[in-house]
């Protein structure tokens, strides 16, 4: 009995041809074993992009002859686990694939400190790649000079040391929305620079010389977020001042990185604790970014840090 065939897909069905002119989007992500490539790349497949993990760089040609990056965007993790990887090599790949004028390529690099990768490895007592039969520090140590010239090139680096998986899909997402709009996307964070700087800022700014309600004892226990501490740091004689020019600075600044083709700013706000003025200023900085017409994001990096976790 011959089966019956099936049944020819409708327009409606078919895939669309893409508009003329349209650029494809590739990514390509690469770094450190241990600093989250594969949760990178599943955050690019959840914004829509098809992925391909640990993919041999001989082959990317062959790939792209099959997939349309035009029809739907596509992302790529190419590193040090792969039999034919070469740091060299693969830059000279994205040299030749950026010269295809229809294709928008980028290459992301995933970084993370020694001792954040040592901890990670050990935590999961896997085995570095590059060091199957010795200590976890030399395969991080020989990686991390192998890779060197692709982290000096590449066109966006993310340093996963103090992210969460939430903060690393928050700036992927920033930086790879599919259909994103021309309008540039900012996040604003508080911090303390007594427990380091966020490094995935592009500016930071120390507030440390405003008043500090840390020294008030009924101030000491709220945040920059009650009324109560916004009204003592903004009653500091030079905040004014400082806001003025805090803002005079960024407002030329903002349109000049979206024409450099930056889709998404990190600015970081710091004092002491993190708790009280970084805060306070942060939430002014974002309601005022919010005013321009901005995207904004917002978060207070030790204030989450403190916050109970349900369970």
């Not at 409606?12 to 041809?17: K, N």
């Not at 497949?45 to 739907?72: F, I, T």
């Not at 693969?90 to 030749?96: G, Q, S, T």
Request: with cysteine.
């Amino acid at each position: 009995m011959t089966p019956p065939r099936s049944p020819s897909p409708s327009p409606d069905d078919r895939i669309p041809e893409p508009p003329a002119g349209q650029r494809g989007q590739l990514v390509l992500v690469t770094g450190m074993s241990g600093a989250g490539m594969s949760i990178a790349l599943k955050a690019l497949e959840d914004l829509g992009y098809e992925a391909v993990d640990n993919l041999r760089l001989s082959l990317v040609p062959a790939l792209l002859e099959q997939a349309d990056p035009r029809k739907r965007p596509l992302a790529l993790v190419i590193d040090s686990r792969t039999r034919d990887f070469s740091a060299h090599a693969m830059l000279e790949e994205v040299e030749e694939l950026k010269a295809h004028a229809e294709l928008d390529v980028r290459l992301v690099f995933l970084d993370c400190g020694d001792e954040t990768l040592q901890r990670r490895f050990t935590e999961t007592r896997r085995r570095h790649p590059l060091a199957i039969d010795r200590p976890v520090p030399d395969g991080i140590q020989l990686e991390r000079a192998m890779l060197f010239p692709l982290k000096q090139q590449a066109d966006v680096t993310i340093d996963t040391t103090q992210l969460s998986i939430h903060d690393l899909r928050r700036i992927l997402a920033g930086n790879f929305q599919i259909g994103t709009q021309a309008a540039l996307q900012v996040f604003v964070t508080s911090f303390s620079f007594r427990l380091g700087l966020p490094r995935e800022a592009d500016l930071v700014f120390d507030v440390r010389f405003l008043t500090n309600p840390h020294y008030d004892p009924e101030l000491r226990p709220l945040t920059g977020l009650d009324p109560r501490v916004a009204a003592r740091v903004e009653g500091d004689p030079d905040f004014a001042e400082f806001f003025r020019h805090l803002t005079d600075l960024l407002q030329p600044l903002l349109p000049r990185y979206n024409q450099e083709g930056k889709s998404y700013l990190t600015i970081a706000v710091g004092c002491t604790g993190g708790k009280h003025r970084s805060v306070f200023v942060a939430e002014r900085l974002s309601a005022w970014l919010g005013g321009l017409g901005l995207k904004v994001g917002l978060s207070h990096r030790e204030l989450e840090r403190q916050a109970p976790r349900a369970g």
